[in-house]
């Protein structure tokens, strides 16, 4: 263990976890939100990805006008308080079961670093086959809630978050993004990451400040 994981840790930090400002905590889903939610999640991501890349004629706008809002007619009954949905929090799920994370699966979980892989959707799509560039962002951004969270330290806020475009990211097309704790000083934990292809090839870079919260702090 490096001697910056042992300053990370061994501090009251995990304990400290349940601890953290006004922010809730969090538990795993159990079962990964039961056999069918992730067949929910990946037809809605399908459904997503068709919604920006269909042109139908307009009675199949309107049967799926109808059908959409049947399903949020079959739903809506069913909304619970933030922490108690099966969305963000179903760990062996792509993107852990929730439509605004990427579906990405994570390979590596440890006080050294977050792996994870995955693609670009045409959901995610800016122009001309690449990756929005607002998406990379909230890639880096995600991964460094859990590289703090692997490393043992309190829930933390972003203070800043700065990328690095080095080249155009596609879509569909498997990458892979890693990224680690740089340093610790008092609340402040330093990460960075990179974002490569299949070759290798660093399509970007970001480094990032986290702050740990202070007791009531949301």
């Known amino acids: 263990m490096s001697e910056q994981v042992e300053r990370g840790r061994g501090r009251g930090d995990v304990d400290d976890y349940e601890q953290h400002g006004g922010f809730p905590v ?5 079962d990964n939100g039961g056999p069918d939610f992730g067949r929910l999640v990946e037809a809605l991501r399908t ?3 068709l919604g920006v890349s269909t042109a139908p004629p307009a009675d199949v706008v309107r049967q799926a006008a109808e059908q959409a809002e049947a399903l949020v007619a079959l739903l809506e009954p069913h909304r619970v308080p933030e922490g108690q949905q099966p969305a963000g929090r179903s760990m062996g799920l792509p993107g ?15 006080e050294t670093g977050v792996r994870s892989t995955g693609e670009f959707r045409r959901f995610h799509m800016g122009g001309n086959g690449a990756a929005h560039g607002g998406t990379l962002p909230l890639l880096f951004d995600d991964l460094f809630g859990m590289v703090t969270h692997a490393y043992g330290r309190p829930i933390s ?26 340093r610790v000083e008092g609340r402040k934990t330093f990460v960075s990451a990179r974002l490569v292809d299949a070759e290798g090839t660093l399509l970007a870079d970001c480094e990032a400040l986290m702050v740990v919260l202070l007791p009531g702090q949301p």
Request: without cysteine; proline residues 4%.
């Open 26 to 30: 969090y538990r795993a889903a159990e």
């Open 47 to 49: 459904i997503q990805d």
């Open 96 to 110: 852990r079961g929730s439509l605004l994370m990427m579906p990405w699966t994570i390979e590596k979980f440890d």
């Open 157 to 182: 806020r972003t203070g800043y978050l700065h990328v690095n475009y080095r080249k155009i990211t596609p879509i569909n097309t498997q990458l892979t993004v890693e990224g680690q704790v740089d």
